[in-house]
């Protein structure tokens, strides 16, 4: 198979994990900064364009995985299909009404597939919980609070970007594991215009959730995730802490007979997608990122977003 790469960001790392995925043959990566292409041509050895044509009229070329800014997933996600080809895009997926109901209708229109990197429904903390409720380990699921807290470093994160570029994760996870909530609640804060809180409320018939985003925390603090998930029989308790010199990641099982630490196996989950996405493709693989399953989390992140925007 021979992929081609939309964007020298993110697209710089997926390009180094498909060098070490097997059945990948070739791999061509677009960018618009020559000394961004230089560097990953010398340590990658791949090929690199500056014109997007490249890719997209290549006919070799049968996976497109797009790692641009968001406002143009939309037209390069239909440019690729138009083109006969299938599509990886990062998240989120877009940012208006009128963009999803065109990658909606483009999705259904041509054969290709189109997958969504939903990358936290590969992390094994998330993980642990879907196999929980499904399974019946603990009970069932009452309660769960999520988080994500970072100091202010990655651009925009005030009430018009929070929600959808931060908090959708949580969101892809929660739609992924309880499905369509019945009710949502939000409300937010903001200390400055590109910096807010928001804490958002879904009920299902028997869940309560909640799920906190920030971008107001100072820059001292760690870019932080967590979880309490409540079951009726235990509480799961994780933390993920990002340091600039490593990560600190607990996870604590709380029953009746005690606690205990459990150990995670530590994944790439940016590996973990494009693998799915590989065998999507080679073997049939149902896949659990398709952009029906993108388009719902955003559905819900914007009825959350109209909640702190009144």
Request: one cysteine or more; hydrophobic letters at 40%; a negative charge.
């Amino acid at each position: 198979m021979k992929v081609g790469i939309l964007g020298t960001g993110f697209g710089a790392h997926h390009a180094a994990i498909y060098t070490q995925t097997l059945g990948i043959d070739t791999i061509k990566i677009f960018g618009r900064s020559k000394s961004k292409l230089e560097k990953i041509q010398a340590n990658l050895h791949i090929e690199v364009t500056d014109t997007v044509e490249d890719i997209l009229d290549d006919p070799s070329i049968s996976l497109v995985d797009i790692c641009l800014p968001s406002h143009l997933h939309k037209e390069y996600i239909i440019a690729s299909l138009q083109k006969g080809k299938d599509v990886f895009c990062e998240t989120p997926l877009c940012y208006t009404q009128e963009d999803l109901i065109a990658i909606k209708e483009a999705s259904r229109q041509y054969p290709n597939k189109v997958f969504v990197n939903q990358f936290i429904k590969f992390c094994p903390e998330f993980q642990l919980i879907k196999e929980a409720v499904e399974d019946n380990i603990y009970g069932q699921l009452k309660a769960i609070h999520l988080k994500r807290s970072t100091a202010p470093l990655w651009g925009d994160l005030g009430y018009d970007r929070i929600v959808t570029n931060l908090m959708i994760h949580e969101i892809d996870f929660i739609t992924w594991l309880l499905g369509n909530t019945k009710r949502i609640s939000a409300f937010g804060s903001s200390s400055r215009q590109d910096q807010a809180y928001v804490s958002a409320h879904l009920t299902y018939d028997n869940t309560l959730v909640e799920i906190t985003a920030s971008s107001m925390m100072p820059l001292s603090y760690p870019f932080t995730v967590s979880y309490d998930a409540i079951f009726e029989n235990a509480s799961l308790n994780f933390c993920e802490q990002c340091f600039e010199k490593g990560s600190k990641v607990t996870l604590t099982e709380y029953t009746h007979d005690g606690s205990k630490e459990i150990q995670l196996h530590i994944v790439d989950s940016a590996k973990e997608s494009i693998d799915h996405v590989l065998a999507c493709l080679n073997n049939d693989v149902q896949s659990i990122i398709t952009v029906d399953d993108a388009i719902r989390s955003l559905e819900v992140a914007g009825q959350i977003k109209d909640h702190i925007m009144k």
